[in-house]
């Protein structure tokens, strides 16, 4: 009795391999279809490699001096080089930013505000966006800087402001290459719904307030936005 | 003839209005019983359009006249339409309650009967008002003479009824507006004939003149002359005196009245006085908000001479990155001397979510807004049976918070709370990552592998 059940099994067992002919057809396709992954991927790294080069051509980011007020949904992203660049914008104006402690130095540029009536952001991911309706960084009164997390294929200037600790210190230049340093007051993560009244908030306490803002928490693939946002609340220290 | 108007329920002629009327009514002898009818039925509607009070509305009385006077007939102190009794006589189904008041108990039958002198008339009308006769002072006196008087009749006699009718417009504490009803013939003499100018001279300035083609269309609520009458009478009860300002007992630009009429019983920041009677605090109606709101003061200034309220839109600039949907408050104020402080507590509405409040403050010297949020102190006050939320901040004269900018012994102050009208920025996107890619190629060479090892397999 057993013996036969034995039997029963390799016989349908038998039954369930697929013909020879059509065994050889599948292996073909899993071959194929694993070359066509691997040239797909090899072409998106050719073009995130492409997209995320470094910028040493000046010509290349002479839009910078427009203000924005339209958000990109494919921002560039190549990281212009600070030293070979040529970037030049008012003397009064914010040209550049320095956050030592989460690594950043970055260009910044104008923005607006966006038909959405929201901040815009900067054209470039690497570059820090002073939004116009505010005062210049320095000035009494409330400056707001807002930067990119992250692009489709690398991380933003501001990727890592989370990061930073009350009392660290950063450094605003200038379109005549003077510089201004900010001392960090408040980090603050709150949800995007909360985050414009607290980002437009000035505390009299301090006369020269510069505010960051970026992204944080989850990414919600609906809205493809992110939950919250990161606010630095900073204070002119030195100029 | 249509159903009659019975006392009026709603809507009072010109509400809230405080007047005298004084009716004269023709009784000479070209008015029939039939046409006195349709004159007292005439007068009751009119009457009946307006609401009676003898504090707060309007009093009326009437007396008869022809060639001579009769005397007062209803008097003003009386609740001329007397809301108890109805009807039109002309309809006989007028209704009356017998409390002896009222133009439906008192004037019921023709006094007169001789000859037409509106100069007597106007004259006597006069006379009643300077005697008093239950006139109120500061309350708009009305003299309303109807006749049916012939072109003659009001011609005949014109300088001395023109000089009456001076002499009634000057009548009393504050004068007498005068509204002329001319009926039937006296309708065709000044429309028609040469009465004109002086019926125009004897009403005067801020008089008017209504005309009639007969007693029993006077008497017709659907002819629309009682409306005709009852406008006339609201206009020149607005030309002749405007509704008096009502009294400020402490200088703060608001009423009394208006004050008395806010929360607590007029005592918006409940210290157990009438806001109406301190110079440091002010309630009055917020008209964006269409509440009181209470301002109080102390320090070194207390002397509240105005509060305002303002939509943003309103103010000589506007404020990029916020919105002021309950718009802002503001006040002047009078300090003990220059330079001094204000501390001010602003009573709303209401308790608020103040969370995403941020207090900013106006400064019209300069058509800026400045951050503010932080010198202000969020609280909450209990008025009789209500909760509000309070505001609680100082402001130094001739400081950077002072509206006008200059230390000069009085401090402006337009602020409020807003809220940041531009969205915060959206700065990323969903990433694909490095590892990602690369685990795709490994991915894929797994599968070519795990493929080519069974091609060959199977080759075999």
């Known amino acids: ?151 489709r294929y690398t991380d933003g200037i ?82 | 003839m249509t159903a009659p108007i019975v006392n009026a329920t709603t809507g009072y002629a010109c509400d809230g209005v405080k007047a005298d009327l004084w009716f004269g009514n023709d009784e000479s002898g070209s008015v029939s019983s039939s046409e006195f009818n349709d004159a007292l039925d005439f007068m009751y509607q009119i009457s009946d359009s307006f609401e009676y009070d003898s504090v707060t509305g309007v009093q009326a009385g009437a007396f008869a006249w022809d060639t001579s006077t009769n005397d007062i007939i209803v008097p003003i102190t009386e609740d001329f339409a007397d809301t108890d009794d109805t009807g039109l006589i002309q309809d006989t189904n007028v209704v009356v309650d017998g409390d002896s008041k009222g133009i439906r108990e008192l004037y019921s039958s023709k006094a007169g009967g001789g000859g037409t002198n509106l100069t007597v008339a106007t004259q006597h009308m006069a006379d009643l008002v300077d005697a008093g006769n239950g006139r109120r002072s500061d309350v708009p006196q009305i003299g309303i003479i109807l006749t049916d008087a012939s072109e003659g009749q009001l011609t005949g006699d014109a300088a001395n009824w023109i000089t009456a009718g001076d002499n009634l417009r000057a009548a009393g504490d504050g004068g007498v507006g005068i509204v002329l009803v001319l009926i039937a013939e006296a309708a065709t003499a000044y429309t028609a004939g040469s009465a004109g100018p002086t019926v125009d001279a004897v009403a005067g300035t801020g008089g008017l003149i209504v005309t009639v083609p007969t007693y029993t269309e006077a008497a017709d609520p659907a002819e629309g002359h009682v409306d005709s009458v009852t406008d006339a009478i609201c206009d020149t009860i607005e030309t002749i005196a405007p509704t008096p300002v009502a009294p400020i007992n402490d200088n703060d630009n608001i009423s009394t009245d208006e004050e008395d009429s806010g929360p607590n019983n007029g005592d918006g920041n409940n210290d157990g006085v009438k806001d109406s009677e301190q110079t440091s605090v002010t309630t009055a109606v917020n008209n964006i908000l269409g509440a009181y709101t ?94 509000v939320t309070t505001v609680s901040y100082s402001v130094t004269d001739g400081g950077e918070f002072d509206g006008d900018g200059v230390a000069n012994g009085s401090i402006l102050d337009p602020i409020g709370p807003s809220e940041a009208s531009i969205s915060a920025p959206n700065t990323g996107f969903s990433q694909t990552t490095n590892i990602t890619l690369y685990a795709l190629i490994g991915a894929g060479l797994a599968l070519s592998t795990v493929g080519l090892y069974g091609y060959k397999k199977n080759k075999r």
């Not at chain 1, 470039?124 to 992250?150: A, C, E, R, T």
Request: with cysteine; charged share 25%; proline share 3%.
């Open chain 2, 294 to 387: 209470t301002t109080e003061t102390s320090g070194d200034c207390t002397q509240i001479t105005d509060v305002s309220f303002y939509e943003e839109s309103s103010l000589a600039a506007t404020d990029p990155s916020y919105d002021y949907d309950l718009g802002l408050h503001g006040f002047t104020v009078d300090c003990s001397s220059t330079g001094g402080t204000v501390d001010v507590t602003y009573y709303w509405d209401k308790v608020y979510d103040t969370d995403d409040w941020n207090y900013r403050k106006f400064n019209a010297s300069t058509n800026t807004f400045l951050d503010f949020n932080d010198q202000v102190t969020y609280g909450a006050a209990v008025l009789g049976a209500s909760t």
């Open chain 1, 158 to 239: 501001f990727k890592r402001l989370g990061e930073l600790k009350s009392g660290e210190k950063f450094q605003i230049e200038y379109g005549d290459r003077s510089t201004k340093t900010f001392e960090i007051v408040e980090n603050r993560k709150l949800t995007e719904a909360d985050s414009s009244n607290f980002l437009f908030q000035k505390t009299s306490q301090i006369n020269s307030q510069l505010n960051l803002i970026t992204c944080g928490g989850n990414f919600d693939k609906n809205t493809e936005e992110y939950a919250d946002r990161i606010v630095i609340v900073s204070k002119l220290i030195e100029s």
């Open chain 1, 1 to 151: 009795m057993a013996t036969k059940k034995i039997k029963d099994k390799n016989k349908k067992a038998k039954k369930s391999y697929p013909a020879p002919k059509l065994r050889k057809r599948l292996s073909l396709m899993l071959v194929f279809g694993g070359l066509i992954v691997i040239a797909s991927s090899i072409i998106l790294l050719y073009i995130r490699q492409n997209k995320t080069a470094t910028i040493t051509d000046g010509s290349s980011i002479a839009a910078f001096d427009q203000i924005v007020t339209e958000n990109s949904d494919d921002p560039d992203e190549r990281k212009p080089d600070i030293k070979s660049v040529i970037y030049e914008v008012q003397s009064d104006a914010p040209r550049r930013i320095i956050i030592p402690a989460i690594g950043v130095d970055g260009f910044i540029q104008q923005v607006g505000t966006t038909k959405e009536n929201a901040v815009a952001v900067p054209t470039n991911i690497h570059i820090g966006g002073w939004f116009d309706d505010s005062v210049k960084p320095g000035q009494n009164g409330l400056s707001i800087i807002d930067g990119h997390v992250s692009g």
